[in-house]
């Protein structure tokens, strides 16, 4: 059996361009995605990971790449913002993945060298007005890395963050429509070399996933079109 790579958020957006990006290579490619894939699944059940566990052993030896794609953004003034809104915010963009990372770390359920990928925003970095609990989530992510990655590499697991600006997804599309069309070129004149496509991410990704990135651990690289040499 193969060891293959799981990807959250994958049918759309990030994760899917990642995945496609994997199966133009040949790799073995575990989808999972609220909305179907592989495995349709609720990242915020309580057994979200247990059941991803099951499904992946099913089919596969184990993990050998991990790209946490899956995460949303809720645009409102700190006056707005609900606890409820704030915890699935943090459960779904860093609680999440450190308790799959957790159950990845197990000898049996991942391969001798493997590689995971998580993804930040420039919103933790910048003043995002109305982006207060997404940044402050983004910012968990930052927080996880490189605790998380000291005790991974140990087991032969690197872990890696990509820190991105905007990123034309559908995530990014419902809140710059509520945008003035002044707003939108301000951001828009903002990115020197333009604002990002899914596919430009998923190469960066790919490559951190893979055998070229072998001595990179810990890090955080940031990819953001020149967006924060233009501040």
């Not at 490619?29 to 499904?55: C, H, I, N, Q, T």
């Not at 990372?101 to 391969?111: E, F, I, S, V």
């Not at 420039?122 to 990655?149: D, I, N, Q, T, W």
């Amino acid at each position: 059996m193969a060891y293959c790579t799981v990807i959250t958020g994958a049918s759309s957006g990030i994760g899917a361009a990642v995945s496609a990006e994997l199966k133009s290579c040949g790799e073995p490619v575990f989808e999972v995605d609220l909305k179907g894939g592989d495995l349709p699944l609720d990242l915020l059940a309580p057994d979200a990971v247990e059941r991803l566990g099951l499904a992946v052993k099913a089919k596969y030896e184990g993990v050998k790449g991990f790209v946490h794609c899956a995460g949303f953004d809720v645009a409102l003034p700190l006056g707005l913002i609900k606890s409820e809104v704030s915890t699935r915010l943090f459960q779904i963009h860093a609680g999440f993945p450190i308790q799959f990372l957790g159950w990845l770390q197990k000898k049996q359920n991942h391969a001798s060298e493997t590689s995971c990928v998580l993804i930040s925003s420039l919103s933790a970095h910048e003043g995002a007005k109305a982006h207060a609990a997404y940044a402050a989530a983004k910012g968990a992510v930052e927080g996880l890395l490189r605790p998380a990655a000291a005790e991974l590499v140990a087991k032969g697991i690197r872990l890696n963050e990509v820190i991105l600006g905007v990123v034309q997804t559908e995530m990014a599309r419902s809140w710059m429509g509520k945008l003035t069309p002044e707003q939108l070129k301000r951001i828009s004149d903002s990115y020197p070399l333009g604002l990002g496509k899914p596919e430009d991410v998923a190469k960066v990704i790919v490559f951190l996933l893979g055998g070229g990135s072998r001595w990179i651990v810990g890090q955080t690289l940031v990819c953001d079109g020149g967006h924060m040499l233009a501040q």
